[in-house]
């Protein structure tokens, strides 16, 4: 009689069927709290205890979920148990298929928790199984009306961006990447999946040191560039660091140096240059990145038990304890040279070189189409206040505007490879 007992136990905290498997541990009781929000980001290796505490508070005594596409329980003793720090209950459900998306349990629990942790995995399987589906919806939801915290190790850290690698055809490596931009195991897509006002226009990487993947994230940025007129930001882990960002956009950064030389990247195309096409992305031919030794400023620091060093994501400028970098490519080779901080970030943006009256043009635009009245220029670029090109003409007097949102834009104009900026809105 004991042993049914027994096995009932264990039963009553096991969950299974054709799509999905759930192992519970904690209170079967559903709590509310208020959860604090933010976002964790782990390199792909052993947890970073200190990371996941940080993870574990902001869920502040809730019930945290965990998801995942392969594997089993592994977490849920970890943070019930091993940290120190109180939750409600953990969960994991390990999603066999796409058909789970389809399934109510999830849902119910995914409204129910106050942090969502993302496994390793293959982060194909969470991108098929779950984009454009009542799961991705749900999470969404989650994070941008209840505030929940969400984080993800190794592919769950890879899916968090508004861009992402899928791995759809396999991984691919820097030197393949590199070698071919266009090569058919790059696959990277920006169509709506996980989204954090904080990672808009943001690609994620993981494993940074084993391999090196340095290469292949600078590819997939030109890509963003290339295909999706995005000028694009990375943020980069090695195994065993972490990012947490927290509510309002300011990131820890963790790791055990100077015990181990563990490193975090904060990569963004370089906003002093106006025309940041690069000079060589085509297919079957090595990627040149250059723009004058500067296409791409990074910002490099080491993680810290404690997570003293800091960066800001509200001016991808402010940070402390790390180095700036400049990073180019030449004919498929990717140097990395010491670099100042970029000279312009979004405030900078509206008020350092930028004309805010302009007799050329009427301003606000309220007819749908940009008039340059007696004004000559080389070129002339749109861009919105999160750096996407929205429209480029050469050699025009007209820009129609009819199909932009109404709001705050940037005109750039080039003649002789002078650049002048003028802050346009558009009311449409």
């Keep these: ?157 890879a899916i968090q961006g508004s861009c992402y690698f899928t791995a759809e055809n396999g991984t691919v490596t820097s030197q393949t990447a590199l070698a071919n931009p266009f090569s058919s195991l790059i696959t990277v897509s920006n169509l709506p999946f996980l989204q954090n006002e904080y990672l808009e226009n943001v690609i994620t990487d993981t494993h940074y040191d084993s391999p090196d993947r340095k290469g292949r994230q600078v590819v997939f940025l030109s890509r963003m560039f290339n295909d999706f007129q995005i000028q694009g930001k990375g943020i980069a882990c090695d195994e065993y660091t972490s990012v947490c960002i927290d509510s309002l956009g300011m990131c820890k950064i963790y790791g055990d140096y100077p015990n181990y030389d563990e490193d975090v990247y904060f990569i963004q195309t370089n906003c002093e240059i106006l025309d940041l096409t690069p000079e060589s992305c085509e297919i079957n031919t090595p990627l040149t990145w250059n723009k004058g030794n500067a296409a791409l400023k990074v910002y490099h620091a080491k993680g810290t038990m404690n997570g003293v060093q800091t960066f800001n994501l509200n001016d991808w400028l402010s940070g402390s304890g790390g180095v700036w970098e400049n990073w180019y490519v030449e004919s498929g080779v990717l140097t990395e040279v010491v670099g100042n901080a970029p000279a312009c ?65 940037f005109l750039y104009l080039t003649k002789n490879n002078v650049e002048e900026r003028y802050k346009v809105l558009i009311l449409n």
Excluded at 140 to 151: F, L, M, Q
Excluded at 359 to 384: C, S
């Design 345 to 409: 970030n979004l405030e900078n943006s509206i008020q350092k070189n930028t004309k805010q009256n302009s007799f050329f043009f009427e301003n606000p635009i309220t007819t749908g189409k940009l008039e340059l009245k007696n004004l000559e220029f080389q070129r002339a670029t749109i861009i919105d206040l999160n750096g996407k090109i929205q429209t480029i003409l050469s050699t025009e007097n007209e820009i129609k505007v009819s199909e932009l949102t109404s709001g705050m834009y």
């Design 1 to 157: 009689m004991k042993q049914i007992f027994f096995l009932l136990a264990i039963l009553s905290n096991f969950t299974f069927s054709q799509n999905y498997t759930s192992y519970f541990t904690g209170n079967q009781t559903d709590v509310i709290t208020s959860p604090k929000g933010g976002v964790c980001l782990m390199g792909g290796a052993t947890e970073h205890d200190e990371a996941m505490k940080w993870f574990l508070k902001q869920a502040n005594l809730g019930d945290v979920l965990v998801l995942r596409a392969s594997g089993s329980d592994g977490y849920n003793d970890y943070f019930m148990n091993q940290l120190g720090i109180t939750i409600n209950s953990v969960e994991t459900i390990v999603c066999a298929n796409a058909n789970s998306a389809e399934e109510t349990y999830i849902h119910d629990k995914i409204k129910k928790a106050e942090a969502i942790w993302f496994a390793g995995g293959d982060q194909w399987d969470y991108i098929s199984f779950w984009r454009n589906s009542p799961i991705d919806s749900l999470i969404n939801e989650a994070i941008n009306e209840r505030k929940i915290v969400i984080g993800g190790t190794s592919a769950g850290m």
